[in-house]
């Protein structure tokens, strides 16, 4: 198996330590974040990086204890780049001088938000493509700043309130910034992560073709000739992992996907159909509507709908892997913002694993050992990973369905009858949206059918039908998000097409509430 190239971050606790790694992985470079306590000379060694980058953080370095490197990092010989508190870190261990600001009790300058920095007259690669306006946007967040730099750093850009914006010991390859280059807010400053890993010699190797051939490979050594059992939601984290382990093992993988009768107009048939007809994936296709359905039937308290469902979904899925013989493990589609043990950000020593949410509790009761290739990737790597393995465009670029599905867009009372409707109102919003190019623009759409019937007159009569709620939101991961801002027309057609088209609404209404302080589904 090749040996990528690969750089560590050492995380000192920032907020937006993940997009370094983003950042990195889109310059198809292979990148690890470890927090800075696990950092030790024995990891460094083993570890072998071709370059380190140091993250910001919350603590000050002018206080005793607080978060740092090893000092062997700095005779690795490979490239560091400090930013933010990585920054002040790089210049107190090689000999310069940092200040408290205003959060550590020092008075200095603190600086939030939007700076420009202007070039120094000598040029430095890391800044190739910098500075071609005359100065660039940065985005700053510290309380403490340098006032001296270490021995052998030059400056090479400046801000008002950042003498020492850009520092560099070009001879070292050291490199530390004041400012955060990862964030949107600083326009320019993938150019900047482009020239840092340029100058350390990566190759741009971490590439999805190349990760599909070596998870393929360690599937293969993990499993050996025994089994593998998948849940399938039809989200595109298991259908991915899906379809790479049957590509590593075959028929050694079953899929079990539990029809709830909680799904989307012809969600059933569209998974069943890719996974069994169309990659020929042994697939036990649960239907158990009658029995969830059933179990719900007077339930309108949205967590007891929530357990209730979750229970279920265990029950049934250890009912057929049961049925597996020599089942030894289970698949999962965890990624890698799951497992990652990032500094908490309270800036205390403590550790932060997320907890997996995928299957959560069924190993450990069913005796199972993991199966998770998606573990190194983000989700939209894991669409990468999806095209790559030729899953469909439309699959792949498919909004999130929870997995309570269509029962949390039902407030109140769960029928059939009700979700008969809701399925046919959202197939027209849905069918709305993609006619209109905007599905790919909203992070997800759906229709909710209210616990309400209103007057309505269509033609010459009175009808007495649902009134149902369209939702549309952007978001970037679902922790909070905007209202979509659909024109009026679009509105007005669509309300007019499925009070048309759907039998059973006659009044609709759009939701423009924003998370916070709503929630992207109604209960
Ligand atoms: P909320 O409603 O909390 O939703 O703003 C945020 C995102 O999470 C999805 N969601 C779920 N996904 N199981 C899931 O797999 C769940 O129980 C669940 N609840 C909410 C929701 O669709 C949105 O994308």
């Known amino acids: 198996m090749t040996q990528h190239d690969r750089l560590l971050i050492i995380d000192f606790g920032s907020q937006v330590t993940q997009l370094i790694a983003r950042r990195l992985r889109e310059l198809n470079v292979y990148c690890e974040i470890h927090p800075f306590q696990n950092v030790t000379d024995a990891f460094l060694a083993e570890f072998r990086p071709r370059a380190v980058i140091f993250s910001g953080g919350p603590d000050s370095v002018t206080r005793e204890g607080s978060p740092r490197p090893p000092a062997s990092v700095y005779e690795l010989g490979v490239p560091i780049l400090g930013i933010c508190y990585g920054q002040q870190v790089m210049m107190q261990d090689l000999g310069g001088k940092v200040d408290g600001g205003k959060i550590s009790g020092g008075g200095g300058t603190a600086e939030f938000g939007r700076a420009f920095v202007t070039p120094a007259d000598e040029r430095l690669p890391l800044l190739d493509g910098w500075f071609s306006g005359g100065r660039e946007q940065v985005w700053m967040s510290h309380g403490d700043h340098v006032s001296r730099i270490a021995p052998g750093f030059k400056v090479y850009g400046t801000s008002p309130n950042a003498p020492f914006a850009i520092t560099a010991d070009p ?56 089994k593998v059992i998948c849940g399938l939601s039809g989200g595109v984290d298991s259908s991915v992992a899906a379809v790479l382990i049957h590509e590593a093992i075959g028929d050694q993988l079953t899929c079990v996907f539990v029809d709830h009768g909680l799904l989307r107009l012809g969600e059933a048939d569209e998974v069943v159909g890719m996974f069994r007809d169309h990659y020929n994936i042994p697939l036990i296709h649960a239907d158990e509507q009658d029995l969830f359905l059933g179990e719900l039937e007077g339930v309108s308290d949205p967590e007891v709908k929530r357990k209730t469902i979750g229970k279920l979904f265990i029950d049934v899925f250890q009912k057929h892997a049961n049925a597996i013989e020599g089942a030894e493990f289970l698949a999962q589609g965890t990624l890698y913002p799951d497992v990652i043990e990032s500094v908490s950000f309270s800036g205390g020593p403590s550790v932060t694993i997320k907890s997996h949410h995928n299957v959560g509790g069924l190993p450990e009761k069913m005796g199972l050992k993991l199966v998770e290739p998606l573990r190194e990737l983000f989700k939209d790597e894991v669409r990468a990973l999806g095209r790559e393995l030729g899953l469909p465009d439309k699959f792949i670029g498919r909004h999130p369905f929870p997995g309570p599905g269509l029962a949390i867009r039902c407030p109140g009372e769960i029928t059939r009858d009700k979700l008969e409707i809701l399925r046919k109102a959202d197939a027209v919003y849905i069918d709305q949206i993609r006619k209109h190019g905007l599905y790919d623009e909203i992070w997800q759409a759906f229709v909710a059918i209210l616990p309400v019937r209103t007057v309505g007159v269509m033609g010459d009569g009175r009808t007495y039908d649902y009134a149902c709620a369209l939702r549309a939101v952007t978001s970037v991961d679902g922790m909070t998000a905007d209202y979509y801002p659909f024109t009026h027309d679009f509105l007005g057609e669509t309300a007019t097409r499925i009070i048309n088209e759907v039998e059973g609404i006659n009044r609709v209404t759009y939701d423009i509430t924003s998370k916070p302080p709503g929630t992207i589904e109604w209960e």
């Open 171 to 226: 001879e070292r390859n050291f490199f530390a910034v004041q400012f955060h280059p990862e964030v949107h807010h600083t326009p320019n400053g993938k150019a900047l992560y482009a020239n840092f890993v340029r100058l350390a010699g990566f190759r741009g190797d971490w590439t999805m073709g190349a990760y599909r051939a070596e998870a393929v490979a360690r599937i293969r050594e993990q499993v050996g000739d025994r």
